[in-house]
């Protein structure tokens, strides 16, 4: 309903993965370009890595979407704990080749035979295995044995693995040390950066017809990064809360209070177990809403009192001065509780003129004092 109010001609934050709302982020840029390199090779393995929802799979779309198909024949398998003949039997299928009743050694051979026919056809046969965390030990054994097959020297295979960060601990295994030989690019898809978030919301909502209705102000897209983490999966299942909220209260602007709101709900929909819990809980508060694109300035906390220790007894000199420093140091930590005081005062007030703090230089200055002297 909210696509209606809001005057969209789609769901700009659906879930399900969709190659055409692909934004371009730091951390996807650069696995694009392992992607291009690994194809560029035209063997081996390139292993893409990532928490979940962090775009592996929009990646690959993206990635499938400019690939030439009457050059390359693409096979796309999603791991399920699949063993290694239930794997072979799905890159036979990708082949073209029934293979239901079959023995192993007769799918090996049938798709080599396929293998051969796709390169006869002037085609690069690419494998794409998502989930890749999934497979056992034996079936990615299984893959690196299927990454052998060669015509005249040049490889009739290559594999692309996508995984969560634990596919990388996997890969460490003993078992596995022929096919990390066989690695040519590797890459981990990191969170968003809290720059790309609002680039982000504006892309996505530009796909499906966005005409400035609705706006984030500065303070909700901040909330939205902390909650999210940078995660694309969990920022769009907020943005998506945050719109319905919207449309049925009628709101067009939104802050963070309103953000804040459907954090609530949403978090009441989770068990607690499963709450995320990094980054560490922020705590939301009512701010007074900032227009999108105008700065905010960060919160400043108070220096950390000076704890005074008992002097130290036997040596005079000693005590002494100890008692002289701590007497500079708590002057210092004074003085810059009134720089702190009139820099907060100054933020808060908007005024251009920065404030004069020649008052609080020379005698609580431990420098200008010893400069006078």
Not at 265 to 283: A, I, K, M, T
Not at 356 to 373: F, I, T
Request: with cysteine.
């Amino acid at each position: 309903m909210y696509d209606d109010h809001y005057g969209l001609s789609g769901r700009p934050f659906q879930l399900t993965p969709d190659p055409k709302f692909w934004f371009d982020t730091a951390t996807h840029r650069k696995a694009m370009a392992y992607l291009g390199y690994g194809l560029s090779q035209g063997e081996g393995f390139v292993v893409i890595t990532g928490d979940p929802g962090a775009g592996k799979t929009t990646l690959m779309g993206h990635l499938l979407e400019q690939i030439d198909r009457e050059r390359m024949n693409v096979i796309k398998i999603v791991s399920t704990q699949l063993r290694p003949e239930d794997l072979l039997r799905l890159v036979s299928a990708g082949l073209g080749i029934d293979a239901a009743d079959v023995s192993k050694a007769a799918m090996l051979s049938a798709i080599e035979k396929g293998l051969h026919a796709v390169a006869r056809a002037g085609k690069r046969t690419l494998l794409v295995v998502d989930e890749a965390q999934s497979l056992p030990i034996e079936s990615l054994e299984e893959l690196r044995m299927l990454s052998n097959f060669q015509a005249g020297g040049y490889p009739l295979l290559q594999i692309f693995l996508l995984g969560q960060p634990e596919f990388r601990i996997t890969l460490q295994d003993s078992r596995l040390e022929q096919l990390r030989q066989r690695v040519i690019a590797m890459h981990h898809l990191d969170a968003m950066d809290a720059d790309e978030v609002e680039p982000y919301l504006i892309h996505r909502l530009s796909c499906v017809g966005w005409r400035g209705k609705p706006r984030f102000t500065n303070d909700a897209i901040d909330t939205m990064y902390r909650w999210s983490g940078g995660s694309p999966r969990r920022l769009n299942q907020l943005a998506s809360r945050v719109l319905l909220f919207g449309a049925i209260e009628q709101i067009d602007s939104f802050t963070a209070h309103d953000v804040s709101a459907v954090i609530s709900d949403l978090n009441d929909d989770v068990p607690e177990s499963q709450l995320r819990r990094e980054p560490e809980p922020f705590e939301l508060h009512e701010v007074a809403p900032i227009p999108m694109g105008s700065p905010t300035p960060p919160p400043m906390g108070e220096p950390r009192p000076i704890r005074s220790e008992a002097p130290v007894s036997g040596d005079p000199a000693l005590s002494r001065r100890i008692a002289e420093l701590e007497s500079h140091l708590k002057e210092q930590d004074e003085a810059l509780r009134r720089v702190l005081t009139l820099l907060v005062d100054w933020v808060e007030s908007g005024e251009a003129r920065r404030p004069d703090l020649s008052a609080l230089r020379g005698n609580d200055d431990p420098a200008s004092r010893g400069r006078a002297a």
